[in-house]
C-alpha cells in the first residue's frame, strides 16, 4: 500500500490516498450494487427545502430526512429494506476507525458538480463514542471543518478520490461540510460527480 499520508484537520484524521485505484473502482462497483437495491433520492429538510446531494444507504439502518424530520429508517422510503453494508467498507472501518463496535449504516451521497453541504453535525446517533468514517471517490471536494459550536474557525483541505476521513473524539461532533467540488479531476467517474461514503454506529 506504501506509506499514507494523514493530516490533522481541526481534530479529524484524514488519511490521503487511503485507497489505490483499482480498489477505488472495485468499490465503486459495490456502491452501484447499493445503488440498485436502494436508488438514489433527493431529501428535503423538515421545512421543504430539496438538498443539493442525492442519497441513499446500506446496512441496518439509513439517515433519512423529509417532512417529517432527520432520523434513521430500517428500510428504504419505497419500503424495501437497505442492503447490506460491501465487506470492503467494513474491511476499511476495521483497519482505520479505532472502534469497539461495527458500523450499523452506511450512507451514500452522490454529489453532482454543483452540489454542496453545508456546515453540519452528524448528531443523529446514539453512541457518540464511536467515529464516523467517511471515504471519497470521485472529484475533488473541499472539505471544511470547524469545532463543536457553529460560529467556531473552520479550516480546509480537498479530499480526493480515495481518501479517507475520520471523526473521532473531540472532532466527533465537529461541523463539517462540502464547499464545493472540483469539476473533471478524478477518472474514476467519467460523468463526473463524487461519492461519499459515511460509516456510522447508530444506536
Given at each position: 500500500?506504501?506509506?499514507?499520508?494523514?493530516?490533522?484537520?481541526?481534530?479529524?484524521?484524514?488519511?490521503?490516498?487511503?485507497?489505490?485505484?483499482?480498489?477505488?473502482?472495485?468499490?465503486?462497483?459495490?456502491?452501484?450494487?447499493?445503488?440498485?437495491?436502494?436508488?438514489?433520492?433527493?431529501?428535503?429538510?423538515?421545512?421543504?427545502?430539496?438538498?443539493?446531494?442525492?442519497?441513499?444507504?446500506?446496512?441496518?439502518?439509513?439517515?433519512?430526512?423529509?417532512?417529517?424530520?432527520?432520523?434513521?429508517?430500517a428500510?428504504?422510503?419505497?419500503?424495501?429494506?437497505?442492503?447490506?453494508?460491501?465487506?470492503?467498507?467494513?474491511?476499511?472501518?476495521?483497519?482505520?476507525?479505532?472502534?469497539?463496535?461495527?458500523?450499523?449504516?452506511?450512507?451514500?451521497?452522490w454529489?453532482?458538480?454543483?452540489?454542496?453541504?453545508?456546515?453540519?453535525?452528524?448528531?443523529?446517533?446514539?453512541?457518540?463514542?464511536?467515529?464516523?468514517?467517511?471515504?471519497?471517490?470521485?472529484?475533488?471536494?473541499?472539505?471544511?471543518?470547524?469545532?463543536?459550536?457553529?460560529?467556531?474557525p473552520?479550516?480546509?483541505?480537498?479530499?480526493?478520490?480515495?481518501?479517507?476521513?475520520?471523526?473521532?473524539?473531540k472532532?466527533?461532533?465537529?461541523?463539517?461540510?462540502?464547499?464545493?467540488?472540483?469539476?473533471?479531476?478524478?477518472?474514476?467517474?467519467?460523468?463526473?460527480?463524487?461519492?461519499?461514503l459515511?460509516?456510522?454506529?447508530?444506536?
Amino acid at each position: 500500500m506504501g506509506i499514507l499520508q494523514e493530516l490533522d484537520l481541526n481534530g479529524v484524521r484524514i488519511i490521503q490516498e487511503a485507497l489505490r485505484p483499482e480498489a477505488q473502482v472495485a468499490l465503486l462497483e459495490e456502491v452501484r450494487g447499493i445503488l440498485r437495491a436502494a436508488p438514489l433520492v433527493q431529501p428535503v429538510t423538515p421545512s421543504g427545502r430539496p438538498l443539493s446531494v442525492r442519497m441513499s444507504a446500506a446496512g441496518d439502518y439509513g439517515w433519512i430526512t423529509d417532512r417529517g424530520g432527520y432520523r434513521y429508517e430500517a428500510r428504504h422510503p419505497n419500503g424495501a429494506p437497505w442492503p447490506p453494508i460491501p465487506d470492503c467498507l467494513l474491511e476499511l472501518w476495521e483497519l482505520y476507525a479505532e472502534a469497539n463496535r461495527l458500523p450499523e449504516s452506511c450512507l451514500v451521497n452522490w454529489y453532482a458538480p454543483d452540489a454542496r453541504m453545508g456546515l453540519h453535525q452528524d448528531n443523529d446517533e446514539a453512541d457518540f463514542s464511536q467515529p464516523v468514517l467517511s471515504v471519497s471517490l470521485g472529484d475533488e471536494a473541499r472539505f471544511r471543518v470547524g469545532g463543536i459550536n457553529r460560529s467556531d474557525p473552520t479550516r480546509s483541505v480537498w479530499l480526493k478520490s480515495g481518501d479517507i476521513a475520520i471523526l473521532h473524539g473531540k472532532a466527533r461532533l465537529a461541523f463539517h461540510g462540502i464547499d464545493k467540488l472540483r469539476p473533471n479531476s478524478s477518472r474514476l467517474m467519467p460523468s463526473g460527480g463524487r461519492i461519499n461514503l459515511t460509516l456510522r454506529v447508530v444506536t
